[in-house]
């Protein structure tokens, strides 16, 4: 196996975590940057060169759409070029996340994101806009079918599948922690057709942490989840040796939300008590951090990540 990466070296000031939903993409910062100002030539040159990388398209796409100016940008880029398919697929999610935060109504963001399908009938990011939308806005069998239109264009999509393992670890929340649930056999479904080189094959992991997370927003678990034996059942055993394992032995280190699994995983290992492997997540981690899990239950995900990150590496509290 890999060893482990050597330590990186943070700052411990109150500023080294951006909480960035870019995860460290420094094209798509820069891109996200200019958008800003109103330079759209640059996304387009951005998104030409991501071509048909489903994930890093959808990824990019997601992470320039939640600009608070992409709409009124995009809808110039459109005026200029009616025909793009790239400046009819940043609209479409811009629009909705303006229809998540109650700005437009989620009817024109759905038709939006139905455009632009229709342009580009391979690409899974319109439908992945559509299951955002649903998740936001919507209903489970809105979701479903989502899901499904994505994973038809593209069966490994990460996005995707993370959003529907938190769909499913949503149901039957007041059942108690059940070891058949839904969402686990979900993600060990989808993480064994994915195949072993997958980075799905973290999803069983995630379904664990999210499933934590229905389950205390419910009151069924404890809200603070350090020393809970949920992390040390077989199941998380598991999933937790499976995740890290496949982290060790990955050598596509350039996945676009690699950290996201990275700090899923770190947030399992710690609270298990395998602080050890949890200083190697953090030293890989660095300083992207994300919100989702260390934001769960009403965290403050800076102070969570940091007070794991000091004692994991022996820092004492931050």
Not at 137 to 165: I, N, S
Not at 189 to 207: K, Q
Request: include cysteine; hydrophobic fraction near 40%; charged fraction near 25%.
């Amino acid at each position: 196996m890999t060893p482990p990466p050597p330590p990186f070296r943070f700052t411990r000031g109150k500023d080294d975590l951006a909480l960035d939903p870019a995860l460290g993409d420094g094209e798509l910062i820069a891109a996200r940057a200019a958008l800003s100002q109103g330079r759209w030539t640059e996304v387009r040159a951005l998104l030409a060169r991501t071509g048909s990388d489903w994930d890093s398209r959808g990824h990019r796409l997601v992470v320039l759409g939640e600009g608070r100016s992409a709409a009124a940008w995009a809808e110039e880029w459109l005026m200029a070029e009616p025909e793009s398919p790239d400046a009819v697929a940043l609209y479409a999610c811009a629009a909705v996340f303006r229809a998540a935060d109650g700005k437009q109504s989620p009817d024109s963001a759905r038709e939006a994101c139905l455009r632009a399908a229709r342009m580009t009938p391979r690409d899974p990011t319109p439908w992945l806009g559509l299951l955002i939308l649903a998740r936001r806005t919507g209903t489970d069998d809105e979701q479903v079918r989502a899901f499904d239109q994505v994973r038809g264009r593209h069966r490994g999509h990460h996005h995707a599948h993370y959003l529907m393992t938190q769909v499913l670890a949503e149901r039957q929340k007041t059942d108690g922690d059940d070891p058949f649930h839904e969402v686990y056999e979900f993600a060990e479904w989808a993480a064994d057709e994915a195949g072993p080189g997958s980075p799905l094959a973290v999803l069983p992991l995630v379904a664990l942490v999210e499933r934590y997370r229905a389950l205390a927003a419910d009151g069924a678990l404890p809200a603070d989840p350090a020393g809970l034996p949920y992390w040390t059942s077989g199941r998380a055993r598991t999933s937790l040796r499976a995740a890290f394992d496949w982290w060790l032995d990955w050598d596509d280190r350039s996945h676009p939300r690699l950290p996201l699994d990275l700090n899923y995983l770190a947030f399992a290992k710690f609270h298990s008590g395998d602080t050890v492997a949890a200083a190697a997540l953090f030293n890989r981690i660095g300083t992207l951090a994300t919100q989702a899990p260390w934001a769960y239950l009403n965290h403050d995900p800076k102070k969570s990540f940091r007070a794991a990150r000091n004692y994991a590496l022996g820092f004492g509290s931050s």
